[in-house]
Protein backbone atom coordinates (compact mmCIF):
# COMPACT_ATOMS: atom_id res chain seq x y z
CA UNK A 1 0.00 0.00 0.00
CA UNK A 2 1.88 3.11 -1.26
CA UNK A 3 1.41 6.44 0.61
CA UNK A 4 0.14 9.94 -1.17
CA UNK A 5 2.38 12.84 -0.13
CA UNK A 6 0.85 15.89 -0.11
CA UNK A 7 2.79 19.06 -1.45
CA UNK A 8 3.15 22.10 1.40
CA UNK A 9 0.95 24.92 0.28
CA UNK A 10 3.05 27.54 -1.47
CA UNK A 11 4.10 30.31 0.87
CA UNK A 12 2.23 33.99 0.50
CA UNK A 13 4.27 36.42 -1.54
CA UNK A 14 5.44 39.84 0.86
CA UNK A 15 4.49 42.85 -0.99
CA UNK A 16 4.52 47.00 -0.23
CA UNK A 17 1.57 48.00 -0.98
CA UNK A 18 -0.02 51.71 -0.69
CA UNK A 19 -3.27 51.75 1.44
CA UNK A 20 -5.73 54.61 0.76
CA UNK A 21 -8.20 55.29 3.72
CA UNK A 22 -11.01 52.81 1.79
CA UNK A 23 -8.51 49.74 1.66
CA UNK A 24 -9.79 46.41 3.53
CA UNK A 25 -6.24 46.59 4.89
CA UNK A 26 -6.22 50.42 6.07
CA UNK A 27 -7.90 49.95 9.28
CA UNK A 28 -5.98 46.51 10.00
CA UNK A 29 -2.86 48.80 9.33
CA UNK A 30 -3.42 51.88 11.64
CA UNK A 31 -4.32 49.27 14.26
CA UNK A 32 -0.94 47.63 13.96
CA UNK A 33 0.48 51.35 14.61
CA UNK A 34 -1.61 51.73 17.43
CA UNK A 35 -0.79 48.58 19.03
CA UNK A 36 2.79 48.98 18.67
CA UNK A 37 2.50 51.82 20.66
CA UNK A 38 0.27 50.02 23.71
CA UNK A 39 3.36 47.29 23.58
CA UNK A 40 5.89 50.58 24.83
CA UNK A 41 4.00 49.64 28.37
CA UNK A 42 5.92 46.38 28.60
CA UNK A 43 9.30 47.78 27.62
CA UNK A 44 8.83 50.65 29.80
CA UNK A 45 8.30 48.38 32.85
CA UNK A 46 11.09 46.23 31.84
CA UNK A 47 12.97 49.10 31.69
CA UNK A 48 11.45 50.75 35.12
CA UNK A 49 12.88 46.90 36.59
CA UNK A 50 15.79 46.10 35.42
CA UNK A 51 17.90 48.96 33.20
CA UNK A 52 18.79 51.02 36.24
CA UNK A 53 19.57 47.76 38.80
CA UNK A 54 21.66 49.91 41.22
CA UNK A 55 18.38 51.44 42.21
CA UNK A 56 16.00 48.67 42.56
CA UNK A 57 18.37 45.91 43.43
CA UNK A 58 19.51 47.33 46.90
CA UNK A 59 15.28 47.95 48.21
CA UNK A 60 14.28 44.51 47.28
CA UNK A 61 17.62 42.89 49.01
CA UNK A 62 16.99 45.15 52.38
CA UNK A 63 13.59 44.40 51.90
CA UNK A 64 14.58 40.26 52.00
CA UNK A 65 17.18 41.00 54.86
CA UNK A 66 14.37 42.61 57.22
CA UNK A 67 12.01 39.84 56.71
CA UNK A 68 14.23 37.04 57.09
CA UNK A 69 14.84 38.79 60.62
CA UNK A 70 11.67 39.66 61.92
CA UNK A 71 9.60 37.01 60.58
CA UNK A 72 9.81 33.97 62.66
CA UNK A 73 8.37 31.66 60.74
CA UNK A 74 9.80 31.74 56.86
CA UNK A 75 6.17 31.17 55.28
CA UNK A 76 5.27 34.30 56.56
CA UNK A 77 8.36 35.91 55.19
CA UNK A 78 7.58 34.75 52.08
CA UNK A 79 4.28 35.88 51.79
CA UNK A 80 5.79 39.35 52.62
CA UNK A 81 8.32 39.08 50.28
CA UNK A 82 5.66 37.90 47.43
CA UNK A 83 3.39 41.27 48.49
CA UNK A 84 6.22 43.63 48.31
CA UNK A 85 7.13 42.19 44.28
CA UNK A 86 3.34 42.50 43.57
CA UNK A 87 3.42 46.23 44.96
CA UNK A 88 6.95 46.80 43.08
CA UNK A 89 4.95 45.53 39.63
CA UNK A 90 1.81 47.23 39.96
CA UNK A 91 3.79 50.36 40.73
CA UNK A 92 5.67 50.20 37.39
CA UNK A 93 2.29 48.98 35.81
CA UNK A 94 1.11 52.51 36.79
CA UNK A 95 3.94 55.05 35.55
CA UNK A 96 3.63 52.60 32.20
CA UNK A 97 0.08 52.93 31.82
CA UNK A 98 0.18 56.37 29.99
CA UNK A 99 1.15 54.34 26.49
CA UNK A 100 -2.02 52.75 26.70
CA UNK A 101 -3.71 55.41 27.26
CA UNK A 102 -1.75 57.43 24.06
CA UNK A 103 -2.91 53.77 22.19
CA UNK A 104 -6.03 54.34 22.75
CA UNK A 105 -6.22 57.86 21.92
CA UNK A 106 -4.50 57.26 18.49
CA UNK A 107 -7.40 54.39 17.83
CA UNK A 108 -10.20 57.17 18.32
CA UNK A 109 -11.66 59.17 15.99
CA UNK A 110 -9.14 62.56 17.63
CA UNK A 111 -6.68 60.28 16.99
CA UNK A 112 -7.47 59.76 13.66
CA UNK A 113 -8.34 63.23 12.53
CA UNK A 114 -5.15 64.26 14.33
CA UNK A 115 -2.99 61.85 11.89
CA UNK A 116 -5.27 62.22 8.79
CA UNK A 117 -7.15 65.59 8.91
CA UNK A 118 -6.99 68.57 7.96
CA UNK A 119 -4.40 69.42 5.17
CA UNK A 120 -2.33 66.74 6.24
CA UNK A 121 -1.95 64.21 2.88
CA UNK A 122 -0.12 61.35 4.55
CA UNK A 123 0.54 57.88 2.80
CA UNK A 124 0.06 54.69 4.16
CA UNK A 125 1.74 51.76 2.86
CA UNK A 126 1.95 47.78 4.22
CA UNK A 127 3.43 44.94 4.58
CA UNK A 128 1.21 42.30 3.09
CA UNK A 129 2.37 38.35 3.87
CA UNK A 130 -0.25 36.91 1.73
CA UNK A 131 -3.51 39.20 3.15
CA UNK A 132 -1.91 39.62 6.26
CA UNK A 133 -0.89 42.88 7.58
CA UNK A 134 2.85 42.27 9.34
CA UNK A 135 4.14 45.76 8.66
CA UNK A 136 3.29 49.35 8.25
CA UNK A 137 4.58 53.00 7.34
CA UNK A 138 3.08 56.60 7.52
CA UNK A 139 4.93 59.16 5.81
CA UNK A 140 4.34 62.73 4.24
CA UNK A 141 5.70 64.33 1.37
CA UNK A 142 6.83 67.78 2.43
CA UNK A 143 8.46 70.69 0.46
CA UNK A 144 9.42 71.60 -2.81
CA UNK A 145 11.48 68.57 -3.20
CA UNK A 146 8.92 66.16 -1.81
CA UNK A 147 10.89 64.78 1.10
CA UNK A 148 9.24 61.20 3.09
CA UNK A 149 9.08 62.49 6.47
CA UNK A 150 8.24 59.27 8.07
CA UNK A 151 5.60 59.59 11.17
CA UNK A 152 4.97 55.50 11.82
CA UNK A 153 6.67 52.61 11.02
CA UNK A 154 6.09 49.33 12.72
CA UNK A 155 6.14 45.57 12.33
CA UNK A 156 4.60 42.95 14.09
CA UNK A 157 5.96 41.06 16.59
CA UNK A 158 7.14 38.01 15.17
CA UNK A 159 8.13 39.07 12.01
CA UNK A 160 10.43 41.51 13.18
CA UNK A 161 14.18 41.36 12.79
CA UNK A 162 13.60 38.97 8.97
CA UNK A 163 13.98 42.62 6.68
CA UNK A 164 9.80 43.42 6.65
CA UNK A 165 10.92 47.03 8.49
CA UNK A 166 13.53 47.60 5.78
CA UNK A 167 11.53 46.84 2.74
CA UNK A 168 9.06 49.09 4.51
CA UNK A 169 11.91 52.21 4.57
CA UNK A 170 13.38 50.74 0.85
CA UNK A 171 9.26 51.58 -0.36
CA UNK A 172 9.31 54.91 1.04
CA UNK A 173 12.76 55.75 -0.19
CA UNK A 174 11.75 54.51 -3.55
CA UNK A 175 8.46 56.71 -3.93
CA UNK A 176 10.56 59.43 -2.51
CA UNK A 177 13.40 59.82 -4.83
CA UNK A 178 15.90 58.50 -1.67
CA UNK A 179 15.14 62.05 0.45
CA UNK A 180 13.40 60.61 3.64
CA UNK A 181 13.94 61.17 6.94
CA UNK A 182 11.64 60.65 10.53
CA UNK A 183 9.45 63.26 11.85
CA UNK A 184 10.61 64.54 15.26
CA UNK A 185 7.23 64.04 16.04
CA UNK A 186 6.44 60.03 15.06
CA UNK A 187 4.27 58.08 16.96
CA UNK A 188 7.09 56.04 18.99
CA UNK A 189 8.34 59.93 20.11
CA UNK A 190 6.17 60.20 22.78
CA UNK A 191 7.27 59.87 26.19
CA UNK A 192 5.37 60.02 29.71
CA UNK A 193 6.36 63.07 31.44
CA UNK A 194 6.84 61.93 34.54
CA UNK A 195 9.24 59.14 33.43
CA UNK A 196 12.95 60.03 33.99
CA UNK A 197 15.36 60.10 31.05
CA UNK A 198 17.81 57.48 32.49
CA UNK A 199 14.56 55.07 32.18
CA UNK A 200 13.78 55.77 28.25
CA UNK A 201 16.97 55.24 27.11
CA UNK A 202 15.88 51.79 25.45
CA UNK A 203 13.83 53.88 23.43
CA UNK A 204 16.76 56.49 22.47
CA UNK A 205 18.62 53.02 21.45
CA UNK A 206 15.58 52.19 18.99
CA UNK A 207 15.91 55.42 17.33
CA UNK A 208 19.71 55.28 17.05
CA UNK A 209 19.15 51.80 15.15
CA UNK A 210 15.88 52.71 12.83
CA UNK A 211 18.37 56.13 12.12
CA UNK A 212 21.36 53.99 10.97
CA UNK A 213 18.75 51.32 9.47
CA UNK A 214 17.10 54.82 7.37
CA UNK A 215 20.51 56.15 6.54
CA UNK A 216 21.63 52.58 5.17
CA UNK A 217 18.64 52.42 2.97
CA UNK A 218 19.67 55.49 1.47
CA UNK A 219 23.17 54.70 0.97
CA UNK A 220 22.22 51.69 -0.89
Not at 42 to 68: C, G, I, K, R
Not at 91 to 101: D, K, M, P, T, V
Request: charged share 20%; glycine share 10%.
Amino acid sequence: MTKTLLADPPLPDLTFTPLSPTSEHFLRAYTLLTDSVAQLRSTLTLSLLYSQPHLTLPPTLLTAVYLLRTQEHLSMTVILFAGYVIAVLSACGYLSYGYIERAEWMGSQSGLAATFGGDRKREVVGALWGEEIIGVVIFEREGGDEVGVIYGWTVRLRYRGKGVGRGLLEKVAEVCGGRVRFAEDHVHSYRLPRIPAMFNKVFDKREIRAQKMLEDVLKS
